[in-house]
């Protein structure tokens, strides 16, 4: 009984946040805004729906599978989202207009000043 | 007023389908909670259709991988059978290859670079 509880709660906590996370990548105005609300937002609401399932099933075949999904996803999604974003600042995608500060662009001018200066 | 409007719509498309899914059609709770996951999805696939530029898409295709494998998971409790899982698992591993593989297209560089 506790652990159905339990298991629903994680599992609507997920969902909840995976909802939340698809609303900002439509709503928010810009590329990096979109991937930082969406890959926090998703990555922990599939992480908890995961969690969900491993306290449902128990260590069963199913939950042992979703528990080392859980973990691979933790693991690998902060990787790729900056990955992305790296590559979309360097590919020449502006940051929206109500930017405040743009830290990355003068720390590239000073890396290309550097190689100049080698070179 | 263009973009009052867009707001205007999406607002009312989000309260009718949560209406729908929660007060209109009977089925069992997590036939419900599956529904929210499918609307995840297509709000995705409309980031991904009319993005402005590419990596828009690409976000958006990363998004897309990982809603799927919750959506699996909850086949898999719904259905009974665990190789729901076994599909997630490989999805899962494949999407972060895509990621990376379109991050270092995007940025302009080779293969072997």
């Not at chain 1, 509880?5 to 105005?29: E, H, K, N, T």
């Not at chain 1, 990955?83 to 207009?97: D, E, F, L, T």
């Amino acid at each position: 009984m506790i652990r159905e509880i339990f298991g629903y709660g994680f599992i609507v906590f997920g969902i909840v946040f995976d909802f939340f996370g698809a609303l900002g990548l439509v709503r928010l105005p810009d590329v990096y805004n979109r991937l930082q609300a969406a890959t926090k937002c998703v990555t922990f609401g599939s992480a908890g729906i995961l969690f969900g399932v491993f306290i449902l099933e128990g260590f069963a075949s199913g939950g042992l599978k979703s528990l080392i999904c859980m973990v691979f996803i933790l693991l690998t999604s902060p990787v790729a989202a900056h990955a992305i974003s790296r590559a979309a600042y360097r590919s020449g995608v502006k940051p929206a207009k109500e930017t405040v500060v743009d830290l990355y662009a003068d720390e590239l001018k000073g890396s290309e000043k550097d190689e100049n200066a080698k070179a | 007023m263009s973009r009052t409007l867009r707001w205007f719509i999406g607002l009312l498309l989000v309260i009718a389908f949560i209406v729908f899914n929660f007060a209109i059609i009977e089925v069992e709770f997590l036939v419900r909670l599956i529904n929210i996951l499918l609307m995840c999805t297509l709000m995705v696939i409309f980031r991904v259709i009319f993005g402005p530029s590419a990596a828009d898409r690409v976000v958006a295709v990363d998004i897309f991988g990982i809603i799927i494998v919750g959506l699996l998971a909850l086949v898999s409790l719904f259905t009974g059978a665990s190789f729901f899982l076994d599909i997630a698992m490989a999805w899962a591993l494949q999407s972060f290859i895509v990621s990376l593989a379109l991050a270092k297209f995007l940025e302009g560089r080779h293969m072997d670079d």
